[in-house]
């Protein structure tokens, strides 16, 4: 397990590179959207790699770096890449980055990803920002001992994603005739696709759509303080509501086919959060 003397270093060793830069926002890019980082202002990259403690992300669409900038006129700690549960990393490993985000100032986060689909109503290529998710696993980066300087032993759960920031985002949709959807993300391990029984019993359970990310690092961040927006593109309907295979290459094509209306909401967004 991670002491926080180790979140303590991995922030100094990034101190040393972006030196009196301290972000005001962490923004966790998914499969497909790491563009986004692309044209960051005075761009500084440091891959994962040269980071102590942070996993190498080996996920297909997945850059594996943090970039630090301008965006909109905010200060930015772009993560081109994450890392998942199904390549072998423990909640821990994957709530550390935004662990180190706070310490390096970051006050609020940004959360994508690329989803299947499960609501009926919903259509594939279209945006949804996440109001609540379902853990089924129940498997936290909370888990071990608690660090109060980061937050409470029993943290509340109750607003994960930050009610202001979902206006904020709907409002701009609004006005750029941006499809917004909202609703429950559903967290599994992957890497498999879920099965139709699956999909089938997480419709049951609420759920509008379904990820291998973006739980862990939620949990961790509001267990944090900071405040989130969570924005999921449905890449694809998910197993058994359409007669055809759902492939990885899909995934990407959808991410690249919705790179103009995504950047346009969070750009906006980052002006007005």
Do not use: W
């Not at 985000?101 to 009926?120: D, F, P, R, S, Y």
């Amino acid at each position: 397990m991670f002491r926080y003397e180790d979140y303590v270093a991995s922030a100094a060793s990034i101190r040393e590179k972006i030196e009196e830069f301290a972000p005001d926002f962490l923004m966790i890019l998914g499969s497909g959207l790491g563009f986004l980082a692309d044209g960051m202002e005075g761009a500084i990259r440091i891959p994962y790699a040269q980071i102590p403690g942070f996993a190498p992300s080996t996920a297909p669409g997945h850059a594996g770096r943090l970039v630090f900038g301008g965006l909109s006129g905010r200060r930015v700690m772009a993560m081109q890449g994450r890392m998942h549960a199904y390549e072998g990393y423990s909640q821990e490993q994957l709530a550390f980055p935004v662990r180190v985000a706070k310490l390096l100032g970051a006050q609020g986060m940004v959360v994508t990803n690329a989803c299947g689909g499960i609501n009926e109503r919903f259509s594939a290529g279209e945006l949804m920002a996440i109001t609540d998710f379902i853990n089924p696993s129940q498997a936290s980066p909370l888990t071990g001992p608690n660090e109060p300087r980061f937050g409470e032993r029993f943290c509340d759960m109750g607003d994960v994603f930050t009610g202001s920031y979902r206006e904020i985002a709907a409002r701009i949709a609004q006005k750029l005739n941006i499809v917004l959807r909202e609703g429950v993300y559903c967290y599994a391990h992957g890497p498999q696709f879920e099965t139709p029984a699956e999909i089938r019993s997480f419709r049951i359970l609420g759920a509008d759509a379904v990820g291998m990310s973006t739980v862990p690092e939620s949990i961790a961040a509001h267990h944090c303080g900071m405040r989130i927006l969570g924005v999921t593109l449905i890449a694809n309907m998910a197993a058994g509501m359409l007669p055809k295979p759902l492939s990885e290459r899909e995934v990407l094509e959808a991410a690249a086919e919705a790179q103009p209306r995504f950047s346009k909401l969070i750009l906006e967004f980052l002006k007005e959060a």
